[in-house]
């Protein structure tokens, strides 16, 4: 995990991870960084299948224990995303049964210093505890409202013993929210991203094609109770391919992370992003992302508020 210079040179002063997912103390977080956070004093916290921070130089911080993820199937174990609480609590979420030996069913917290939260999650469930329908199931985004509580979506229909198809709020001690999505049908596909708004509405993008029963194009918004915002993308198609990642704008536009066909250009792959207004749609080049292409798109206040 190399870091770069403003002007994209590479920082050689940051010593970071190898490309095993090593640091200078020989602490693994698993091959791959499926996630990070940087924190206000310049410390990374990396994810894998554990969890490791760095110092601003890149080095171990000798202060931050290191939490390991246990699996509970063939397919693997992973951490996939974290968010940073407040109070300086970092939630995990992924495909994992375990963390630090405990039983943490794809969520957990840990402390401000790298310890496993016993009281989060405590006697139960957690998500996709049993994995219904059978396969992998997993936490995919985590975000964190003003009031503490915790929104969770991914690929999961069980919640603390309760169903909730990808998509679910938590209390602060990790139990269930049960006022939101409460007799809904949630997201009929994988929800892989999630943005909260200052008004407290939900925007969720994924692979779904329906949110409540009701057609929804990979993006929709959501209402503080779990319902449908009806207003948002009423009569619009959304987006035409997966939607991965999603970000607001301060200016009230939503961008997003879509996938798209390969294509070449002078032998190379790349992305196309688009910048969407109600009158037109701007494409520009951005790079490449693995095997699958990707586009971010800006909808306008004039075509789908945010």
Known sequence: MPRLNTDGTLDTGFKGLDPEGIAA????????????????????????????????????????????????????????????????????GGHFCDVSGVSR?????????????????NGMDGLGRPCVPEGICSAIAIAVQDDGQVLVVGEFAIVNGVSRNRIARLNHDGSLD?????????????????????DGKVMIGGWFTTVNGVERGRVARLNVD???????????????????????????RCLSVESLP?????????????????????????????????????????????
């Not at 924190?39 to 890149?58: E, F, Y």
Request: with cysteine.
């Open 25 to 92: 103390d020989a602490v693994n977080v698993g091959g791959t960084v499926n996630a990070l956070l940087l924190g206000r004093d310049g410390k990374v916290t990396v994810a894998g299948h554990g969890v490791q921070r760095l110092n601003a130089d890149g080095s171990p911080d000798e202060a931050f224990d290191y939490a390991g993820v246990g699996t509970c199937t063939t397919e693997g174990m992973s951490i996939a995303t974290m968010a940073l609480q407040r109070d300086g609590k970092y939630l995990l």
């Open 105 to 121: 069913y794809n969520i957990a917290r840990l402390t401000e210093n790298g310890r496993l939260d016993l009281v989060f999650q």
């Open 178 to 198: 049960t006022s939101f999505q409460d007799g809904l049908a949630g997201a009929n596909e994988r929800v892989t991203s999630i943005a909260l708004q200052r």
């Open 226 to 252: 779990g319902t449908l915002d009806e207003n948002f993308l009423n009569g619009l198609s959304g987006a035409n391919s997966d939607v991965y990642a999603l970000e607001l704008q301060s200016d009230g």
């Open 262 to 306: 390969w294509s070449m250009e002078s032998g190379a792959m790349v992305l196309r992003a688009s910048i969407r207004t109600a009158a037109s749609t701007r494409a520009f080049r951005m790079g490449c992302w693995g095997s699958t292409m990707v586009s971010a798109s800006l909808w306008s206040k004039g075509t789908a508020r945010c």
